[in-house]
């Protein structure tokens, strides 16, 4: 069956420093991977998508790279911030399947 | 503005009660979908439809609900058979494959006594 796990629950990173979050998937071939930010108690929020024939997209202080070998995905936050502190959640996708999500990564950035 | 409205944003239901989670969206979207969210787990999805008076079952569907007699309207009711049916509920709609983009309404959280 599908799977996709990311790297750990939590991480705790210093202001500053860069995050770096890991998707990983297996017997899935996505057209697309996408990256949300969820605030506790809130709906999850679309950050980035990259398709399979790309290797990196970027937006402002984020960076997302994704390996279809190795089926794998990082994202990237440079320069994080304490508002940076959220869930992020990692999304398959593909033309006419249903989205496949991991169980994401809640991201703690110290002061 | 654009978006995705659920409500309510908390619900308390007795054991034995069916409750019905409201989900409009104003951005023209087709298909639209129903996830359930536990701690530690990804989102699952309940049931989704691509098209007005259609819509099929996801991954657990057993104990839940939903209709498509409008466009913008996609409820969904927890029925009695739901066995454990406290979770954090989130509708979201999608534009199209092409681009991929889910749009998530703020969630509802419903917790039985």
């Known amino acids: 069956s599908q799977k996709i796990e990311q790297n750990s629950e939590a991480l705790n990173i210093q202001e500053g420093k860069t995050a770096t979050l890991t998707c990983n998937y297996t017997?899935?071939?996505?057209?697309?991977l996408q990256w949300y930010r969820q605030d506790p108690g809130r709906g999850p929020v679309f950050l980035l998508l990259?398709?399979?024939?790309?290797k990196e997209k970027r937006k402002e202080r984020l960076k997302v790279t994704f390996d279809t070998t190795l089926k794998q995905s990082l994202f990237h936050i440079t320069a994080s911030q304490p508002a940076d502190s959220a869930t992020y959640l990692c999304?398959?996708?593909?033309?006419?399947?249903?989205?496949?999500f991991g169980p994401g990564t809640r991201l703690s950035v110290l002061p | 503005d654009g978006g995705i409205t659920q409500s309510p944003k908390y619900l308390f239901r007795k054991e034995g009660q069916n409750v019905t989670l409201s989900c409009e969206q104003n951005?023209?979207?087709?298909?639209m979908y129903w996830y359930r969210q536990d701690p530690g787990q990804g989102l699952r999805l309940i049931y989704y439809?691509?098209?007005?008076?259609?819509?099929q079952k996801g991954d657990i569907a057993e104990g839940y609900s939903v209709s498509r007699e409008k466009k913008e309207s996609f409820p969904l009711t927890v029925t009695s058979a739901q066995k454990n049916p406290t979770a954090f509920y989130l509708c979201a709609s999608h534009q199209g494959w092409n681009t991929g983009e889910l749009f998530f309404g703020e969630g509802s959280r419903l917790t039985v006594l």
């Open positions: 439809s691509q098209i007005v008076n259609d819509f």
């Open positions: 990259i398709r399979e024939n790309e």
């Open positions: 999304a398959l996708g593909g033309y006419g399947q249903n989205f496949v």
């Open positions: 017997n899935y071939s996505p057209a697309y």
């Open positions: 951005l023209n979207h087709d298909a």
